[in-house]
């Protein structure tokens, strides 16, 4: 079954430096990737969106995640964190012919520190 | 452009009672999906549903109903409450156009109604 993992639970970052939170994927064929954002007491916020060609992918709030097949990862990156971007970052997979049917990753929460 | 409706946000329960719950989607869209989110369990799929017929479900115990209105609003119920189904529960939206279209996975998130079992 398709499925994600987010290895990290939570990091904190200081307020400037570059931020990567790591997603690896698993599935058979090439995937639906996505990058979901929740900041608390709220719904989630698609942040960005992977489903072929270029393998980087622009997003908002000056996201970028990078899909690599050879290690199953599609990584988000910002290259300097803003105390805004503190929140829950949620890894999600479509599941082939599942059509909305979206399955998340257990998510990782960001802290920024000043 | 109105962003998803979720009502009640809050909602006290005890065991063995039912709730209903509502979620009004962005007009025009036509796919809602449900999703219980949990801080032990995460996010969990519980249904979708498109053009009021049901299109996926997920684990989830029969206790765990839901319906879609011919103008997309949709409710889910939950018959005979256990403490275990104190969660947050998400209502998303999204055009719902099949595999292979643009916005595949692009869903649109309500703010969520807080359901507590006692």
């Known amino acids: 079954a398709q499925s994600v993992t987010q290895p990290d639970i939570h990091i904190t970052v200081s307020e400037g430096a570059s931020l990567e939170l790591r997603c690896n994927y698993s599935y058979g064929a090439t995937p639906y990737l996505f990058w979901y954002v929740q900041s608390p007491g709220q719904g989630l916020q698609l942040l960005l969106k992977y489903f072929s060609g270029d393998t980087l992918v622009q997003g908002i709030k000056g996201f970028e995640a990078e899909f690599k097949r050879s290690q199953s990862s599609f990584n988000l990156r910002k290259p300097s964190v803003h105390w805004s971007d503190a929140a829950e970052y949620f890894c999600?997979?479509?599941?082939?012919?599942?059509?909305?049917?979206?399955?998340f990753g257990t998510g990782t929460k960001l802290q920024v520190i000043p | 452009k109105a962003g998803v409706t979720q009502t009640p946000r809050y909602l006290i329960k005890t065991r063995g009672q039912q709730v209903t719950l509502s979620c009004s989607p962005i007009?025009?869209?036509?796919?809602v999906s449900w999703y219980q989110q949990t801080p032990g369990q995460g996010l969990q799929f519980l249904f979708e549903y498109f053009s009021e017929t049901q299109r996926n479900k997920g684990n989830f115990p029969g206790r765990f109903s839901g319906r879609q209105f011919s103008n997309s609003r949709s409710e889910m119920n939950v018959s005979t409450l256990e403490l275990g189904d104190s969660a947050l529960y998400l209502c998303a939206s999204s055009l719902g156009l099949g595999q292979g279209f643009p916005n595949v996975g692009k869903l649109f998130f309500g703010s969520g109604t807080q359901l507590s079992v006692l």
């Open positions: 007009s025009g869209h036509r796919s």
């Open positions: 999600a997979v479509v599941h082939s012919g599942g059509y909305q049917k979206v399955t």
